[in-house]
């Protein structure tokens, strides 16, 4: 059974730093998301034969989904429930920045099911904020994370960024201090990142001197153990390189990437990958919906790819490896039929020396110490 995702990409406006597709609310037409549900309604009729018996869990994401006005929202929330049916006690989440949340927006989200609210805070630093261009501001969160509790929400992850341009070991471990008094359920945390084509990374190309506000490489490093021990300290397990959680409120939704399993991504520049198939969708919202009206796949040229075996498996691998639990040996055998011993012996050789990876039951895991190079060693996978 696939999990669902539903690509919203509309924000209020862009953030300097930000490379994922979205649109910014502002300069859009206002038919744009009228433009957007027609097409995603014809896309859901047509992929529920996907997902016969279901879906597994459902995460609203984008983009901002909260940005959407009440009508539109309920329009979106609606338009799921008909076309696809929910396992019981399925995980259902909503992504949502702060700002945009209304008590109504939240009512409509709890009265169709979502048991689970993300919430981008970035930083409870207002200077940090502007400086990479969120639209919000720090109290703005505070008072989302209110909202949010007070409409029943008892699953609520917080994303959290470090290494803003200026900021120092102090202000980072305020902000994850302040995280940790309103008691999320979950921490997702990030380095920043200066992406190819974004203002923040032009910004930084054409005046060097802005380069040196970025904290370095040692300092990022000892932002983000610091974190990973004080979380430790307040009972979060490191589940994932970047995701901690209280026991038992772990992503489910994402724990399906991560081990292998069926996705369907709708939604312009949605990513699906059903047996062993994987497509991406055109992310030009007009484009999209046109294609769909038209009796139209709003897949990409050539953004449909069967993916060998090696693919599959060396995704299972650099995926798995980044849990906390690994790579389960037995699912490993029983879905490509071989053991990852053998096949990846000569990669397990290379490293045993440095107990680089670890077995453990019936699971492989890479060695916590080694988790802040994971990219380097796993890239040996592919
Ligand atoms: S809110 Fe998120 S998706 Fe939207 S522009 Fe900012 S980083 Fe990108």
């Not at 209020?12 to 609310?25: I, M, P, T």
């Not at 990852?340 to 019936?362: A, C, H, P, S, T």
């Amino acid at each position: 059974m696939p999990s669902l995702y539903i690509h919203v990409p509309f924000c209020v406006r862009k953030c300097d730093y930000c490379a994922f597709y979205s649109q910014a609310l502002v300069n859009s037409p206002k038919d744009l998301i009228y433009t957007y549900l027609e097409g995603l309604e014809v896309e859901m009729a047509k992929r529920r034969k996907d997902a016969p018996r279901g879906v597994s869990s459902l995460f609203i994401g984008g983009g901002t989904p909260t940005a959407l006005k009440d009508t539109d929202l309920e329009r979106l929330m609606e338009m799921i429930q008909r076309h696809f049916h929910l396992t019981p006690g399925a995980e259902q989440t909503v992504e949502g920045n702060p700002g945009t949340l209304t008590l109504s927006k939240l009512n409509i989200l709890r009265r169709y099911g979502i048991n689970r609210f993300s919430l981008g805070v970035q930083t409870f630093d207002d200077k940090l904020l502007r400086a990479v261009g969120r639209v919000h501001t720090a109290q703005e969160a505070r008072e989302a994370i209110g909202r949010i509790r007070t409409t029943g929400f008892d699953n609520i992850s917080m994303d959290l960024m470090f290494g803003f341009p200026a900021q120092d070991m102090a202000t980072w471990q305020a902000t994850l201090e302040e995280a940790l008094s309103y008691s999320p359920e979950h921490l997702s945390l990030y380095g920043l990142m200066l992406e190819e084509g974004t203002p923040l990374y032009e910004r930084y190309r054409v005046d060097n001197a802005l380069l040196d506000q970025l904290p370095d490489d040692d300092l990022q490093a000892d932002m983000h153990d610091w974190a990973a021990e004080r979380l430790k300290q307040a009972g979060y397990i490191n589940y994932e390189t970047s995701n901690y959680a209280r026991p038992g409120y772990e992503c489910r939704h994402n724990l399906g990437y991560w081990r292998g399993e069926d996705y369907l991504g709708l939604g312009p520049g949605g990513v699906s990958c059903l047996n062993r198939v994987r497509w991406k969708n055109i992310e030009e919202v007009r484009t999209y919906q046109s294609r769909l009206l038209n009796g139209q796949d709003p897949v990409e040229a050539a953004g449909q790819e069967a993916l060998s075996l090696h693919e599959c498996m060396a995704e299972r691998m650099i995926l798995g490896l980044r849990l906390e639990e690994g790579v389960n040996l037995t699912s490993f055998r029983n879905d490509f039929g071989v053991d990852l011993r053998n096949i990846y012996e000569d990669v397990l050789e290379r490293y045993k020396d440095k107990d680089v990876f670890i077995f453990q039951g019936d699971y492989i895991c890479l060695n916590p110490k080694y988790s802040f190079v994971a990219n380097s060693i796993l890239v040996d996978f592919v």
